[in-house]
């Protein structure tokens, strides 16, 4: 780690030393802890908490089992993958494409600003972190207004910055943004602690196949077949009293 800090911080430099250091960074930045801001969305579950739809710990493992095969594997998911090898490329016309791709498939208003709350807040926390240049080029372009910074598009250029294989990439991505849904079920029904980690321990395979799966999908695939999802976020804005911004 000296290495690192008195020489460039790029993953291309620290090639002749220890890897341990990223793979503890990218434990960081999954973290529950990480201040992504995700503890202020719930992406539409609160619907479904307040219509009393989502009750338990079995109706938590089906939302989140259908969110993770209906929702981020035909959409987010696809969208960190084709970051991921864009930026291998630095291909930065083709993410600010992907960018606006991001943006325009979200329907509902609050899943659009969430989704731009977290990839802004994400970049602010990592970017002091990096001297790679095209960690440099999206806060630029952030500064500026001149994107939106959506978090799975941020979440796979910096992934592919820190050399993570593409498959862990996608693992993790829909890992975080699962545990943090989880973390808010339990405070919002409310549950307790031992049902959260229940129910996540019971997700990590529907995870794993799921990122399997779009390993062989392509920007062809991308969809969005989350309709009643999508209504839930858009009657989100209209709920009498809310615990989370969308």
Not at 117 to 137: S, T
């Amino acid at each position: 780690m000296n290495n690192q800090r008195e020489g460039s911080k790029s993953p291309s430099n620290t090639r002749d030393i220890s890897t341990d250091p990223w793979f503890l960074h990218l434990i960081q930045i999954n973290d529950s802890a990480f201040p992504t801001g995700s503890f202020a969305h719930s992406f539409g579950m609160e619907t479904y908490i307040q219509e009393n739809v989502l009750r338990n710990e079995d109706d938590l493992w089906e939302f989140c089992s259908m969110y993770i095969r209906h929702n981020l594997a035909s959409a987010d998911a696809i969208i960190v993958k084709e970051a991921y090898h864009l930026a291998k490329k630095h291909d930065t016309q083709g993410l600010i494409h992907l960018e606006n791709i991001s943006h325009g498939i979200k329907l509902s208003p609050e899943t659009r600003k969430g989704s731009a709350m977290m990839g802004r807040q994400f970049l602010h926390m990592v970017y002091p972190l990096n001297d790679d240049e095209l960690l440099k080029f999206w806060y630029e372009k952030l500064k500026n207004k001149e994107i939106k910074g959506h978090y799975p598009v941020i979440y796979g250029i910096y992934t592919a910055m820190m050399d993570v294989d593409v498959k862990m990439s996608i693992d993790t991505f829909i890992y975080s943004s699962i545990t943090a849904l989880v973390q808010n079920a339990v405070r919002a029904v409310p549950l307790g602690q031992r049902s959260g980690v229940k129910t996540m321990f019971s997700l990590l395979p529907v995870i794993q196949e799921t990122a399997s799966r779009v390993m062989d999908l392509s920007m062809d695939d991308l969809d969005n077949n989350s309709i009643a999802l999508e209504i839930a976020s858009m009657q989100h804005e209209f709920l009498h009293s809310r615990l989370f911004i969308s």
